[in-house]
């Protein structure tokens, strides 16, 4: 009997034992199993998470508003991409314009030198510097002096030829001027000796007539 009653603490902690055990596992079964971010789906499938829930599941269960907030950041970098490539688009245009400018500007400064060259050169050949006996540029002085000689002697002929048509063209009036005085005096004289013709004949005519 004694034996009984010792043995019955132990009998009693052996028969409890089980539903213990069964009870613990039941409660670590029923307990929800959280993702990522903190969330989990309940037997009728509605999305449900805690306090501390993150927006690192796409396509899982999530907090509200995950999608929008990652709808949102994408445009952002969409737009920050844009603008960066819009801003890299733009400095490449200003590096050309600016490119440009400057090859334009070199341009205008070469031209420039070659024309200062040429009107340098253009002035040292038509100057009378020393060159030597039959060199080029004696040769062309006296072949730019031969052309303006040619050119004085040209325009010389010409104005004599003017001034001798003008002489010509003077004569030819000054002579019509006389012919047309000389038919006038001509005809007065004709007219004069008419006149005188016609009074003596009446006064003839007269004399006669007289007793």
């Known amino acids: 009997m004694r034996t009984v009653w010792r043995l019955l603490p132990m009998l009693v902690v052996m028969g409890l034992a089980p539903h213990a055990v069964a009870g613990a596992k039941k409660t670590v079964s029923d307990e929800p199993q959280l993702n990522a971010c903190g969330c989990y789906r309940?037997?009728?499938?509605?999305?449900?998470?805690?306090?501390?829930?993150?927006?690192?599941?796409?396509?899982?269960?999530?907090?509200?508003?995950?999608s929008e907030k990652r709808q949102k950041d994408l445009d952002r970098e969409i737009q920050a991409e844009t603008k960066r490539v819009q801003d890299v688009e733009k400095k490449k245009r200003e590096e050309e314009a600016e490119k440009k400018k400057?090859?334009?500007?070199?341009?205008?400064?070469?031209?420039?030198?070659?024309?200062?060259?040429?009107?340098?050169?253009?002035?040292?050949?038509?100057?009378?510097?020393?060159?030597?006996?039959?060199?080029?540029?004696?040769?062309?002085?006296?072949?730019?002096?031969?052309?303006?000689?040619?050119?004085?002697?040209?325009?010389?002929?010409?104005?004599?030829?003017?001034?001798a048509d003008k002489a010509e063209k003077a004569d030819k009036a000054e002579k019509a001027d006389k012919a047309e005085k000389a038919d006038k005096t001509e005809k007065a004289d004709k007219t004069e000796k008419a006149d005188k013709t016609d009074k003596t004949a009446k006064a003839e005519k007269t004399k006669s007539d007289d007793p």
Request: charged share 45%; aromatic share 0%.
């Open 102 to 163: 400057r090859e334009e500007e070199a341009e205008k400064e070469r031209q420039a030198e070659a024309a200062a060259e040429e009107k340098a050169l253009s002035e040292a050949v038509v100057a009378d510097s020393p060159t030597t006996a039959g060199g080029a540029g004696a040769e062309g002085q006296d072949q730019s002096k031969d052309k303006k000689g040619k050119d004085s002697k040209k325009g010389k002929k010409a104005d004599k030829a003017e001034k």
């Open 42 to 66: 309940n037997s009728a499938g509605a999305c449900l998470c805690g306090k501390k829930g993150k927006c690192e599941c796409p396509g899982e269960c999530e907090p509200k508003g995950c």
